[in-house]
């Protein structure tokens, strides 16, 4: 199987990576190496033009900032919204059938929350770009360690063991996950056969991972 992937460099990607390239041909494109062996190096405007001539199977997108790490909305949505719908664009010309992406849990293109509602938003638009496979991954707060500070997130993460005794039954969704488990799930489930569009919240993740 042909995969592509952008985010290898981050709390996920740098994870999934190698589990994809254990058992695929990857080819990663970021604008900083990532260590895969076969990798692609620019601006995310050039991500797309990067997939020119190449014949893939499956696209991962991984990739996600935050506005505060961004600097300002406007370069928030450039990342997660902008970036990784050109790249599923070009990764669907260039003959894939399977899009994974990470989203948010609460995720929901109607969401008074600019971000849920960009989240939202961005599943909806790559469920319309024709893949016969979409799976969404809606991971509560990534535990792990960031290659940048984060600090809101570091402070959610030292108290994620406690919150998550309070996040049980629906509530698990928004509870703390270990990104190496959605790595995990995300390798378990790249090149799919069966067709449609499936949601992975928390429990759906843990049980793919195992």
Do not use: C
Request: glycine share 10%; charged share 20%.
């Amino acid at each position: 199987m042909r995969a592509a992937m952008i985010g290898a460099t981050g709390l996920i990607g740098r994870q999934l990576w190698p589990l994809l390239q254990a058992r695929h041909a990857l080819l990663s494109l970021g604008r900083r190496p990532s260590g895969a062996a076969h990798e692609k190096i620019g601006d995310m405007a050039q991500w797309p033009g990067l997939l020119s001539g190449e014949n893939i199977d499956v696209a991962i997108s991984t990739l996600g900032t935050t506005r505060k790490a961004a600097g300002s909305w406007a370069a928030f949505e450039a990342v997660d919204r902008h970036a990784v719908l050109a790249f599923a664009s070009a990764a669907r010309e260039a003959g894939a059938r399977q899009f994974l992406l990470v989203s948010s849990s609460g995720a929901n293109a109607d969401s008074r929350n600019d971000y849920l509602r960009l989240k939202g938003e961005v599943e909806q638009a790559i469920a319309a770009f024709g893949f016969e496979r979409v799976d969404v991954f809606r991971p509560g707060l990534l535990l792990g360690e960031r290659s940048e500070r984060r600090p809101a997130e570091a402070a959610g993460q030292a108290l994620g063991p406690v919150l998550n005794l309070l996040l049980r039954g629906p509530l698990d969704r928004y509870a703390a996950i270990d990104a190496g488990l959605v790595a995990r799930a995300m390798a378990a489930l790249a090149g799919r056969e069966q067709p449609g569009r499936f949601i992975h919240h928390n429990r759906e993740i843990r049980a793919l991972a195992a």
